[in-house]
């Protein structure tokens, strides 16, 4: 057997020489064999020839130099280098010297990506399916290596002072090219969140745009229109904090928090000072920032001394049903006062009134008498019926009917009112005759055959019950405990002048056709057509008020009755009083008065439908009454708010039924001037009694 040859053996010398060996074997090399060639030919055996590197997450830093120009390497490196070189192939060595080469450092890691074919690794499978990843994911990838080797880089000896100034700068120049990488990397983040925002707010804007702008468009955030912040932000953040500082004061008074209690309620005493009656921020006081500032402070100290989810939400529910029951009771309330103003006479015209009638009756009785008084029973003109004890919203009605009139010669007024107007009523139309038409005014008191024996409404207001309902029984302690039944209270019931549309031929005998107008109305184009339209037999020609359910039968009459039951359809469209064309032929051919006092009769005890006059006409009329077409008369300007503009201008009558009477301080501002129009507050008698615009 050969002997071994001896591996050269080198020490540093004190004067810097070398000097041989003995011939013996170092220990260093013999531990170097047993721990490091000897395992690497076992595995390299029993592997066929290749090596199988385990799984290493962490990075293995091999601190060793395969550098030939370094002629200062220690004998022990390398006689580790020169084994190595017989056990690993020309591949791993020239990766190993490269990777130094670039970064100093030698990183296991590099294998992986790097492998030769002779090395096998468990990560390869995982290599593969992390080729997947996106740019995004390989970026973080690159950021989270760099941040490892910068973390893990090697410690050169200190005597190199010339290869670590080297790697120094190496490493800055690596630091400020990640930096860059990273700064670059956060850019396009930032572009891409504002890029998705944007689109997310141009797709709401889209489809805020089909959003019913009346009902939502008011806080719609997103339209570009919206510019600014909501005008009435602040205000509503301000009262959001009261009630929840309302909420905590509860709480904070149950855990006997005084402190806490006091506070709160101080805070929300000057949070209320500052909203005041605010609509909006501009309204607010200068003093309101500060306070929802403060107010704010101490919300979150009483959110962390005494807040209770379970707690808070009862009290929040609480405080909304009680809300509910006020904001119901406001309701009632409202609804009283409405119904009582709409009974009242304003000061202005029972001024008006006063004033006419003492000139009345001033006058000497030739000058009382109104000219052409022939033309009243002359059946060939257009005759009007008004019943009114309303002296300015008569004239508005007669006023505005001539103004529109095509041949206001041919047009004959009517009037009926009762025996406290009939001076100032007579008096008015004296002083301002409609032009070339005829009026006439007369005293529903001197109708003498308009009796309790022949009327039956007449009878009933005598009979000790009806005087009962009306002036004593069921008398409201509250507001709102009397504004169920207030309406049909409303003194109009007790006046035969609201009953007289259902004796048209007793009082007109001699006229074949009239069109009843109520006092409330606005007439706003010429009305001759009604009297060319056909009724086909019908009686009542007027405009109807059901729509899908609504103004039907049910609404109006007590089916729950067998005789109403019997009789009518619950479905039966109904129709308006305001403006209807009357044939008085087939009125008297079909006896409708007849008809009116049989079921007046049977409401003697009102089981069959409340007092009024609407009810007793749908029954009257029933399968008498000819639809006209809508645009002859619009309605609810006396209580509602949306109706169309542009259906009220093409309407030939405006009606203002309901309580918002347009004479009334609570009319609605946007109808009255449809009616203010066609008075002259430039007259005498108006401006003297501060009747404005």
Same mark, same amino acid.
């Given at each position: 057997?050969?002997?071994?040859?001896?591996?050269?053996?080198?020490?540093?010398?004190?004067?810097?020489?070398?000097?041989?060996?003995?011939?013996?074997?170092?220990?260093?090399?013999?531990?170097?064999?047993?721990?490091?060639?000897?395992?690497?030919?076992?595995?390299?055996?029993?592997?066929?020839?290749?090596v199988?590197?385990?799984?290493?997450?962490?990075?293995?830093?091999?601190?060793?130099?395969?550098?030939?120009?370094?002629?200062?390497?220690?004998?022990?490196?390398?006689?580790?280098?020169?084994?190595l070189?017989?056990?690993?192939?020309?591949?791993?060595?020239?990766?190993?010297?490269?990777?130094?080469?670039?970064?100093?450092?030698?990183?296991?890691?590099?294998?992986?990506?790097?492998?030769?074919?002779?090395?096998?690794?468990?990560?390869?499978?995982?290599?593969?399916?992390?080729?997947?990843?996106?740019v995004?994911?390989?970026?973080?990838?690159?950021?989270?290596?760099?941040?490892?080797?910068?973390?893990?880089?090697?410690?050169?000896?200190?005597?190199?002072?010339?290869?670590?100034?080297?790697?120094?700068?190496?490493?800055?120049?690596?630091?400020?090219?990640?930096?860059?990488?990273?700064?670059?990397?956060?850019?396009?983040?930032?572009?891409?969140?504002?890029e998705?925002?944007?689109?997310?707010e141009?797709?709401?804007?889209?489809?805020?745009?089909?959003?019913?702008?009346?009902? +939502?468009? !008011?806080?719609?955030?997103? =339209?570009? #229109? *919206?510019?600014?912040?909501?005008?009435?932000?602040?205000?509503? @953040?301000?009262?959001?904090?009261?009630?929840?500082?309302?909420?905590?004061?509860?709480?904070?008074?149950?855990?006997?928090?005084?402190?806490?209690?006091?506070?709160?309620?101080?805070?929300?005493?000057?949070?209320?000072?500052?909203?005041?009656?605010?609509?909006?921020?501009?309204d607010?006081?200068?003093?309101?920032?500060?306070?929802?500032?403060?107010?704010?402070?101490?919300?979150?100290?009483?959110?962390?001394?005494?807040y209770?989810?379970?707690?808070?939400?009862?009290?929040?529910?609480?405080?909304?049903?009680?809300?509910?029951?006020?904001?119901?009771?406001?309701?009632?309330?409202?609804?009283?006062?409405?119904?009582?103003?709409?009974?009242?006479?304003?000061?202005?015209?029972?001024?008006?009134?006063?004033?006419?009638?003492?000139?009345?009756?001033?006058?000497? +009785?030739? !000058?009382?008498?109104?000219? =052409?008084? #022939? *033309?009243?029973?002359?059946?060939?003109?257009?005759?009007?019926? @008004?019943?009114?004890?309303?002296?300015?919203a008569?004239?508005?009605?007669?006023?505005?009917?001539?103004?529109?009139a095509?041949?206001?010669?041919?047009?004959?007024f009517?009037?009926?009112?009762?025996?406290?107007?009939?001076?100032?009523?007579?008096?008015?139309?004296?002083?301002?005759?409609?032009?070339?038409?005829?009026?006439?005014v007369?005293?529903?008191?001197e109708?003498?055959?308009?009796?309790?024996?022949?009327?039956p409404?007449?009878?009933?207001?005598?009979?000790?019950?009806?005087?009962?309902?009306?002036f004593?029984?069921?008398?409201?302690?509250?507001?709102?405990?009397?504004?169920?039944?207030?309406?049909?209270?409303?003194?109009?019931?007790?006046?035969?002048?609201?009953?007289?549309?259902f004796?048209?031929?007793?009082?007109?005998?001699?006229?074949?056709?009239?069109?009843?107008?109520?006092?409330?109305?606005?007439?706003?184009?010429?009305?001759?057509?009604?009297?060319?339209?056909d @009724?086909?037999?019908?009686?009542?020609?007027?405009?109807?008020?059901?729509?899908?359910?609504?103004?039907r039968?049910?609404?109006?009459?007590?089916?729950?009755?067998?005789?109403?039951?019997?009789?009518?359809?619950?479905?039966?469209?109904?129709?308006?009083?305001?403006?209807?064309?009357?044939?008085?032929?087939?009125?008297?051919?079909?006896?409708?008065?007849?008809?009116?006092?049989?079921?007046q009769?049977?409401?003697?005890?009102?089981?069959?439908?409340?007092?009024?006059?609407?009810?007793?006409g749908?029954?009257?009329?029933?399968?008498?009454?000819?639809?006209?077409?809508?645009?002859?008369?619009?309605?609810?300007?006396?209580?509602?708010?949306?109706?169309?503009?542009?259906?009220?201008?093409?309407?030939?009558?405006?009606?203002?039924?309901?309580?918002?009477?347009?004479?009334?301080?609570?009319?609605?501002?946007?109808?009255?001037?449809?009616?203010?129009?066609?008075?002259k507050?430039?007259?005498?008698?108006?401006?003297?009694?501060?009747?404005?615009?």
């Open positions: 057997m050969a002997t071994p040859k001896r591996l050269p053996y080198t020490t540093a010398g004190a004067g810097g020489g070398a000097r041989r060996g003995s011939g013996t074997v170092p220990p260093v090399v013999v531990l170097v064999f047993l721990f490091v060639v000897a395992p690497s030919i076992f595995l390299v055996a029993r592997s066929g020839g290749h199988h590197i385990p799984r290493v997450r962490m990075a293995i830093r091999i601190r060793l130099t395969f550098n030939p120009a370094l002629q200062e390497t220690d004998w022990q490196q390398q006689l580790v280098t020169n084994n070189k017989t056990v690993l192939s020309k591949e791993v060595i020239d990766a190993i010297a490269a990777s130094q080469q670039e970064t100093g450092t030698v990183n296991l890691d590099f294998f992986r990506d790097h492998a030769s074919p002779s090395w096998k690794t468990d990560d390869l499978v995982d290599h593969k399916m992390n080729t997947s990843l996106d995004d994911d390989k970026a973080k990838a690159e950021n989270s290596t760099a941040e490892h080797d910068l973390s893990l880089t090697y410690k050169t000896p200190k005597d190199g002072s010339d290869e670590h100034q080297g790697d120094t700068a190496v490493k800055i120049a690596r630091r400020k090219l990640w930096e860059k990488r990273r700064e670059k990397r956060a850019m396009d983040l930032v572009q891409k969140d504002d998705a925002h944007v689109k997310l141009n797709a709401a804007i889209e489809r805020s745009k089909a959003v019913d702008s009346a009902v +939502l468009g !008011k806080y719609s955030i997103w =339209r570009k #229109e *919206n510019e600014n912040e909501n005008s009435d932000s602040t205000v509503r @953040l301000m009262r959001d904090q009261i009630i929840m500082a309302r909420v905590y004061s509860v709480l904070a008074k149950s855990k006997n928090k005084h402190d806490l209690y006091q506070e709160l309620q101080s805070r929300i005493k000057e949070s209320q000072r500052a909203v005041g009656e605010a609509t909006v921020d501009a607010l006081h200068h003093s309101a920032p500060e306070k929802l500032r403060v107010m704010g402070q101490v919300l979150s100290k009483a959110r962390e001394a005494v209770d989810c379970k707690v808070v939400t009862q009290r929040l529910r609480a405080m909304l049903q009680s809300a509910d029951e006020h904001v119901r009771s406001l309701k009632k309330q409202s609804t009283f006062l409405s119904q009582l103003a709409a009974k009242t006479i304003p000061n202005s015209i029972h001024c008006l009134s006063m004033r006419l009638t003492i000139d009345y009756y001033l006058l000497p +009785l030739e !000058k009382r008498k109104f000219p =052409r008084s #022939e *033309n009243l029973e002359n059946p060939a003109l257009y005759h009007y019926a @008004l019943f009114s004890d309303n002296v300015l008569a004239s508005v009605v007669v006023n505005s009917t001539i103004m529109n095509k041949e206001p010669e041919k047009h004959v009517h009037l009926v009112t009762d025996k406290l107007n009939f001076g100032a009523m007579t008096m008015w139309f004296l002083l301002n005759p409609p032009g070339k038409a005829t009026i006439h007369e005293n529903v008191d109708f003498k055959w308009l009796n309790s024996s022949y009327c409404v007449l009878r009933q207001l005598e009979s000790a019950a009806m005087k009962e309902y009306y004593k029984a069921d008398r409201p302690t509250t507001l709102s405990a009397g504004s169920s039944n207030l309406k049909y209270r409303n003194p109009k019931y007790l006046s035969m002048l609201n009953h007289l549309r004796y048209l031929p007793q009082i007109y005998p001699k006229l074949d056709k009239i069109l009843f107008l109520d006092d409330d109305i606005v007439v706003q184009k010429d009305l001759t057509g009604l009297w060319d339209v @009724l086909n037999g019908k009686v009542n020609g007027a405009v109807e008020t059901c729509g899908e359910s609504f103004h039968f049910d609404k109006y009459l007590n089916f729950s009755n067998p005789h109403i039951a019997q009789n009518f359809d619950p479905n039966a469209c109904g129709w308006a009083y305001g403006m209807n064309i009357f044939d008085l032929k087939q009125w008297k051919n079909k006896d409708i008065t007849g008809i009116y006092h049989k079921w009769n049977k409401n003697e005890d009102r089981v069959l439908w409340k007092l009024g006059t609407l009810p007793p749908l029954m009257t009329f029933y399968k008498l009454t000819h639809p006209l077409d809508k645009s002859w008369h619009v309605l609810g300007l006396g209580y509602n708010p949306s109706i169309d503009r542009s259906e009220i201008d093409n309407a030939a009558v405006a009606h203002y039924n309901g309580n918002m009477k347009p004479w009334l301080e609570l009319a609605m501002t946007k109808y009255r001037p449809y009616w203010t129009r066609y008075i507050y430039d007259h005498p008698y108006i401006r003297g009694c501060n009747l404005s615009d």
